[in-house]
């Protein structure tokens, strides 16, 4: 409730600084810039044994290979279910689609306009998607890892950091009674746990944060304390609290291991979105123009009424 923005997590400190610092010294990427590709997973190896045939359909062999592509495609839309459970269900949606498929074909629908346009279209993505993958797995190497962290680490500045309690209340009275029974050495926390509107059950306790991360009013008061020290009320927009520093520190830079899967993404996104930009760069884009609308066909005259006979 007190924070005007939640405690920056260690993917947003290193991604703050990878594209302020070492990225914002590239081209920017286009907004059309695909989605960054995950990093594929270790190519299997060659051979039948490698991908083996899960089920025939028809005689249309189903394989392993298959069923890991449809497990990504549509993955993230399946029940939460696992093991052997989850396999049968993608397995199902395979089967089903290679049904569809073959009659489909029977109709001859394979080769109507429509079907060739889907297919270059679905080439082309595939191409890229593919593209975009092996790009992202040259991109993570140890030893770009490393040299990312070093020059995170390098350009990070000291930041204080306060460890604080606090009492919420709705009036200015409330809150300097319990002011005057902290500072007559009242137990903190208790008070907060009876009193406070907000982390009470914590007893008051709002951990580390920088001074950017809490209201104005209240990071002001927070910051001028003391270790140990209670204020006096201090109004903000949520009421009246009282504060009480249980601690002050530099801001410790997070170990590689804490970022290590936030260096992967960044360097992935920043390998792709180099790769656009450069392609982007070397291309020769022609936008044509639509063709003219045909004129309208005049409307014809109506028929002239003949003079009536005299």
Do not use: C
């Amino acid at each position: 409730m007190m924070r005007t923005a939640h405690t920056a997590a260690l993917a947003v400190a290193l991604t703050a600084f990878a594209f302020s610092g070492q990225a914002s010294a590239q081209t920017p990427a286009p907004s059309a810039t695909p989605p960054a590709a995950s990093a594929p997973a270790a190519a299997p190896a060659s051979g039948a044994a490698a991908d083996p045939v899960l089920e025939t359909v028809n005689g249309t062999p189903i394989k392993a290979s298959e069923l890991a592509l449809a497990e990504e495609d549509i993955g993230a839309g399946l029940p939460q279910v696992q093991g052997e459970a989850r396999k049968e269900y993608i397995l199902s949606f395979l089967t089903d689609m290679t049904l569809l498929a073959q009659a489909a074909t029977a109709q001859k629908l394979d080769q109507t306009p429509e079907f060739t346009s889907k297919m270059n279209y679905l080439r082309t993505k595939a191409l890229m998607e593919t593209l975009m993958s092996a790009e992202a797995k040259k991109a993570v190497t140890d030893a770009a890892k490393r040299k990312t962290y070093e020059e995170f680490v390098a350009q990070s500045k000291p930041e204080t950091e306060v460890h604080a309690r606090h009492i919420l209340v709705d009036s200015e009275a409330k809150a300097k009674e319990i002011a005057a029974k902290a500072k007559a050495g009242a137990d903190f926390a208790k008070l907060a746990k009876e009193n406070s509107k907000d982390s009470a059950e914590d007893g008051g306790d709002l951990g580390y944060f920088t001074k950017d991360q809490m209201v104005p009013e209240f990071a002001d008061a927070a910051f001028k304390l003391d270790k140990g020290q209670v204020s006096d009320p201090v109004k903000t927009q949520f009421g009246w609290h009282v504060i009480k520093v249980e601690d002050k520190r530099q801001k410790p830079v997070p170990s590689f291991e804490q970022v290590s899967d936030q260096i992967d993404q960044f360097l992935i996104r920043k390998s792709q979105s180099d790769l656009v930009t450069k392609l982007r760069a070397d291309a020769k884009v022609e936008k044509v123009a639509a063709p003219a609308a045909a004129p309208a066909a005049a409307a014809p005259a109506a028929p002239a009424t003949p003079a009536a006979p005299k």
